[in-house]
């Protein structure tokens, strides 16, 4: 999804079709049951009314009755949406909920309503005038800056903007004024001139924009107010794509001093491109919709739609093959679920009722909305928003290992190996986003909170449902997968140490008395013994769960080290609260013989609720307490391969 409109669906409703609507039920009952349902849709009915309903078409529920509606944008969270319609007299802003329980609340006059990435914020455009409103509706600031288009930063707090300076032509590319508008301070800064749309990138901090004075693509850095140039390659944002990968890393555009159809990929950080060939796009009009390309989520398709007749092509950015997910479709193309799964096509004959289909891409299988004349997923739950929380939280004991500054085993993991959307009960839309590293995986439940709070990102209870077999799906919602018979140390085809299921026979073991020397065994089949090496002591009774730290666990889990505070490496505690990484310890610590790195090595193992820890006193320092690779184990056991 692109960081210039995360986690949303901007739409225009197009008149020509609404006109053509005839007012009939939301959708024919027979058609709905071709899918089973995905996630929820918006959309308008003849009377630019706003309902919402499974993107199946089931349990359809109107929200708006008064008519004269034209816009949906989703916030980032699923739980709130923006509308534009009749306010007194005059157009405005209105947000609602999917459900209807927020009721409908009028904003200002205005339009354009956009999101801020982490749900907190709605802002608008009135008259010029940038005006932000909070999740309740409770105006925050604004600003008459004559903007025209605005944009949310990464970190919630910066709009960009842009202000028609110049068009002697009546162009539909004018020269503008790009300029930031800072939410918290109300300040704002101009940039730079520039052309057509811009876009965000980084973690945050960098505007991307072509400049107006020489047409090449550039920074600027909002912290420092310098200003970079990236490419001179031919991009034009006012006709097609301008925008940023998830993280914010990679800038998206089609190069048009070789015709419009090379796709270039250009590093922000690095200024290297990579170029993949005659991309098949393209649409009859001066400037390209938004939907006909975009990126999923994860940063590795890029899609593209060629009309008419319809053709939809799946990028795949690594290798750059091109895959064709429908041909010669009769239909317009409106656009992709979040997940780029299921994409909506419609069908406008003249003089007739419209019809849109929801396509399953996998499947080919179709249900569909008769007399509805556009629609809009509800967003995905990775966003930019997300993306800088897990960073900031990563860097904060992983930057310094990956650095060199600090010398000592891993907490998270060199990088991630995975970014999805899981369905969780009790997070907003029932989906929330999650990243996978070696060690761990991180999770935002509620997009909306405080991200000052170490506990805005959390890192899943893994271990114990490694151990336990019960998946968990919400705060209390388990499914019976079966403990995970995967190795808990050592290399995967170790066949000594134990497995997450062995440990499932020992959930309930008495503690250790504190101060005894650690002796306790256990094999693959779980026999215990007590010809450990010892040479560790039981350290701290845990009476949350009835179980006994061993001391070197104790003390790693008490250390210090460099950590990144942000801005620079600093001293300070590795774990902060203590448990905040590994939760209560539910086993007893054992030794085992396990194979690793090809050789057999006494290993002490002891398992928490998100983490499962290693003490190999044979590991050079700084690498003989480890973190598992928790992560890694239970994202083989959840999806396999």
């Not at 200024?271 to 393209?282: F, H, L, M």
């Not at 997450?500 to 008395?513: K, Q, R």
């Not at 693959?524 to 560790?536: A, D, E, K």
Request: net charge negative; with cysteine; aromatic share 10%.
């Amino acid at each position: 999804m692109p960081r210039n409109y995360p986690r949303m669906t901007r739409i225009t409703v197009l008149s020509l079709i609404l006109t053509a609507l005839s007012l009939l039920p939301a959708v024919p009952a027979a058609l709905a049951a071709a899918l089973q349902p995905s996630s929820l849709v918006a959309y308008l009915d003849r009377g630019n009314n706003l309902w919402v309903s499974q993107d199946n078409g089931e349990n359809p529920r109107q929200i708006t009755t008064s008519g004269g509606f034209n816009t949906i944008s989703w916030s980032a969270d699923g739980t709130r949406i923006a509308t534009v319609g009749p306010y007194h007299g005059a157009v405005g802003v209105y947000i609602t909920s999917p459900d209807a329980s927020f009721g409908l609340r009028g904003l200002s006059t205005g339009d354009d309503p956009i999101w801020s990435p982490d749900s907190t914020k709605v802002a608008l455009i009135d008259n010029g005038t940038i005006q932000v409103f909070d999740r309740e509706g409770t105006y925050i600031r604004g600003a008459t800056t004559g903007a025209g288009l605005i944009s949310w930063s990464a970190n919630d707090r910066l709009l960009g903007y842009t202000q028609v300076v110049s068009n002697p032509y009546g162009t539909t590319c004018p020269a503008q004024q790009l300029g930031t508008f800072d939410a918290l301070s109300g300040q704002t800064t101009a940039v730079a001139q520039t052309i057509g749309k811009f876009a965000w990138g980084g973690d945050g901090h960098l505007l991307l924009f072509v400049s107006a004075t020489d047409g090449t693509i550039k920074s600027y850095d909002t912290n420092t107010g310098a200003t970079r140039q990236l490419s001179t390659r031919h991009a034009n944002p006012c006709a097609g794509p301008f925008l940023t990968s998830v993280d914010g890393n990679t800038l998206f555009f089609l190069d048009y001093g070789t015709g419009g159809h090379d796709l270039v990929e250009l590093d922000v950080n690095t200024a290297q491109e990579k170029v993949i060939p005659n991309i098949p796009i393209g649409y009859p009009a001066s400037a390209l919709p938004d939907s006909y390309f975009t990126v999923d989520a994860m940063g590795r398709y890029a899609y593209a739609v060629n009309t008419y007749p319809t053709t939809v092509t799946r990028i795949d950015l690594q290798s750059g093959v091109k895959t064709t997910l429908i041909s010669n479709d009769s239909r317009m193309f409106l656009g992709f679920s979040s997940d780029h799964q299921r994409m909506a096509l419609i069908d406008a004959p003249y003089g007739k009722p419209s019809v849109i289909s929801i396509r399953d891409i996998a499947t080919g299988s179709e249900a569909a909305f008769s007399n509805v004349g556009w629609l809009a997923w509800q967003s995905s739950a990775i966003t930019s928003s997300a993306e800088f929380a897990w960073d900031r939280t990563w860097a904060r004991e992983d930057q310094p290992v990956a650095t060199g500054a600090a010398q000592r085993t891993w907490v998270w993991g060199p990088s991630s190996f995975a970014t999805v959307e899981e369905p969780y009960d009790n997070a907003p839309g029932g989906e929330r986003a999650v990243r996978y590293y070696d060690k761990s995986r991180m999770e935002i439940t509620t997009p909306y909170g405080d991200q000052s709070s170490v506990w805005y990102v959390t890192n899943g209870l893994l271990a114990k449902e490694l151990i336990s077999g019960q998946m968990q799906l919400g705060d209390n919602h388990f499914v019976n997968k079966g403990p995970a018979n995967i190795p808990v140390a050592g290399d995967p085809d170790d066949s000594s140490g134990p497995t997450y299921a062995t440990l499932n026979g020992v959930l309930n073991a008495p503690p250790a008395a504190v101060g005894t020397e650690i002796h306790a065994t256990i094999d693959r089949q779980g026999n215990i013994g007590n010809s450990g090496p010892g040479g560790v002591h039981a350290s701290q009774l845990i009476s949350e769960t009835n179980h006994t730290i061993a001391d070197v666990f104790w003390n790693y889990l008490n250390s210090d080290g460099t950590i990144w505070n942000g801005t620079a490496n600093v001293s300070g505690k590795l774990f902060d609260p203590t448990f905040f990484a590994t939760g209560y310890p539910i086993t007893e610590a054992y030794w085992s013989k396990v194979k690793v790195g090809g050789q057999v090595k006494d290993v002490l193992v002891q398992c928490f609720e998100r983490r499962c820890l290693t003490y190999t006193p044979s590991n050079p320092a700084g690498w003989q307490v480890e973190m598992g690779n928790v992560g890694r184990h239970y994202y083989l056991w959840r999806y396999g391969g």
